[in-house]
């Protein structure tokens, strides 16, 4: 994997889980790193965790919902780092339940953080891109896009983006713009640990290679897209998901 | 991929070529086969220039015995077979009219017959191994195309074997993908410029493939990188694929 010495990098939500992880690896190839997310503690920490290793890291508290809190981010982003060539939209979280149990509030929420800011972020970042000659947005999807029973709010805003993947990818392919999008099935979180061992055992059963994936994999899937060399590739969907996606039930 | 050992199949074409170069540049040990004799020995030629710890064999791949012997030897000479490319890939341009069951059985045999004989060969060792990476090359085209409808009904042929492997190898350690190159100018498939400037208008990204994209594709996922990725479909097409459904 070629370096990305000078590029600049925002991922959302990266203060956590396998944005955070992405950023780390990013920065280890010696991109300069944005770090987004809603949770001011979890951003000062992950920011002091990246400058002890020597990394060139900004921290920026912003909810990816709201329009002027994404111009600001962007525009402080740049400011510091005087340009921006990645942009991941990996914020996300889940309002979870049966049709009938979903408040309007669930369905905003899930919609807005999954969809609604993945939108404001690639608008607020493209023409950054453009003016550069080309750039690259990877967008964390997830496998539960091609429908889960009880996550009505969560794969309609995930097969949303998959939509938004592929129509900004028609729109910004002529620029130098490559958006793709990642769809992880199972991943490692602290939430998995702390499931009784009969639910862990459960989902095991579903998955085609017996485990779930790891942080890792979906850093290795983003950097794949990232590179130069990978100018061919876009408008795709691609499943880390341990051959989740080919299973029925 | 550095040490592993990598078994490119159609490495005399265009593609197979660039991805030899590319898994050379990584550190892998290479075996090129390919049924073209002269063709292979150029492509190995540049391929050993650079350094890379490679050989060639010559395999009459229609030939199922063949093949079997090619693997015994290379699996006894290197203790380890890690890596399967599957690259073989040929056109017939042959329209219905001139159709007859001989052009049909011809481009499944050249087509399929040795991916499904190099990957039955392969897959009891990487099973041993508990280890593997088996990559298919198919194409967009899949999806139909006028005068190659032999082609494309071999190249559908790879998604049902490329995910039922992976389903049945998924808890043995290998894994079993899918490249679909979208439109690419080869050797093979030669354009004149006026046809190039036009492919290139009608792709999102404004110009053709190389085979060095679906080579940098290729060396993702048969790395140690790709663990969790099984019976996928990386297309690398410049985002022609969106214009069609079944194809996310
Ligand atoms: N963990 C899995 O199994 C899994 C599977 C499929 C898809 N995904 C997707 O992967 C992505 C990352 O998941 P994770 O497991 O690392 O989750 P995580 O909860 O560890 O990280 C997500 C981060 O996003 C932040 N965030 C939430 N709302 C935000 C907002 N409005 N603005 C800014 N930041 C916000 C959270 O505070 C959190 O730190 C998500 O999009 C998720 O939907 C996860």
Redesign the interface.
């Known amino acids: 994997m070629a370096g990305l010495q000078g590029k600049v990098a925002l991922i959302t939500g990266s203060a956590s889980g396998m944005g955070k992880k992405t950023a780390q690896r990013l920065a280890e190839r010696g991109a300069k790193i944005v770090i987004n997310d809603i949770v001011s503690e979890k951003v000062d920490q992950t920011v002091q965790e990246f400058s002890a290793q020597g990394f060139e890291v900004m921290g920026v508290v912003a909810d990816i919902c709201k329009t002027s809190a994404v111009q600001e981010m962007v525009k402080s982003a740049v400011e510091r780092f005087g340009s921006l060539d990645i942009l991941v939209n990996n914020a996300g979280m889940e309002r979870a339940g049966a049709l009938r149990n979903l408040s309007e509030q669930d369905w905003d929420l899930t919609v807005n953080v999954n969809l609604k800011g993945a939108f404001l972020c690639s608008q607020a970042v493209h023409g950054h891109m453009i003016e550069k000659g080309g750039g690259r947005i990877v967008n964390i999807a997830s496998r539960a896009w091609l429908g889960g029973a009880g996550q009505a709010p969560y794969s309609s805003a995930k097969a949303g983006l ?1 939509g938004l993947t ?1 129509t900004l ?2 729109e910004l ?2 620029k ?1 713009v ?1 958006v793709n999008c990642i769809a992880p ?1 199972l991943i490692h979180t602290p939430m998995w640990d702390e499931l009784p061992e009969k639910n862990r055992n459960g989902f095991l059963a579903k998955q ?3 485990k779930i ?2 942080d890792e ?1 979906i850093a ?2 983003v950097l ?1 897209f990232l ?1 130069d ?15 989740r ?3 029925a039930g | 991929m550095k040490d592993r050992t990598a078994l490119i199949v159609g490495a005399a074409n265009d593609i197979g070529g660039a991805i030899s170069v590319k898994f050379a540049g990584r550190g892998a040990r290479l075996v090129l086969i390919d049924s073209d004799q002269q063709k292979l020995e150029k492509v190995f030629a540049k391929v050993a220039a650079a350094g890379a710890k490679a050989e060639c064999i010559a395999v009459d791949w229609a030939n199922s015995a063949a093949v079997t012997s090619a693997v015994d030897t290379i699996v006894k000479k290197y203790g380890a077979l890690d890596i399967l490319v599957n690259a073989i890939d040929q056109r017939d341009g042959v329209p219905i009219t001139e159709g007859t069951v001989e052009t049909w059985e011809r481009s499944l045999k050249e087509n399929i017959t040795p991916l499904v004989s190099f990957s039955l060969n392969v897959i009891p060792v990487m099973r041993n191994q508990k280890y593997g990476r088996i990559v298919n090359i198919g194409s967009l085209e899949y999806l139909g195309t006028p005068k190659q409808a032999n082609y494309s009904a071999a190249k559908s042929a790879i998604f049902g074997l490329t995910r039922s492997f992976a389903l049945e190898l998924a808890k043995d350690g290998i894994t079993v993908n899918q490249i679909l190159k979208g439109d690419v100018k080869t050797a093979e498939c030669p354009l004149s410029p006026e046809e190039e400037e036009k492919g290139a208008a009608q792709l999102p990204v404004q110009r053709l493939g190389k085979p060095e994209d679906i080579a940098y594709a290729a060396a993702y996922l048969a790395s140690g990188l790709s663990g969790y990725v099984t019976g996928q479909n990386l297309i690398v097409c410049g985002g022609k694929s969106i214009y069609s459904s079944m194809s996310a």
């Open positions: 998959v592929r990818a028609l392919g002529r130098g490559t099935g085609p290679m017996g994936g790891e994999d290795n899937a794949f590179d060399e990978a100018s061919f590739i876009t408008g795709q969907v691609f499943y880390v998901c341990g051959g996606s080919l299973f």
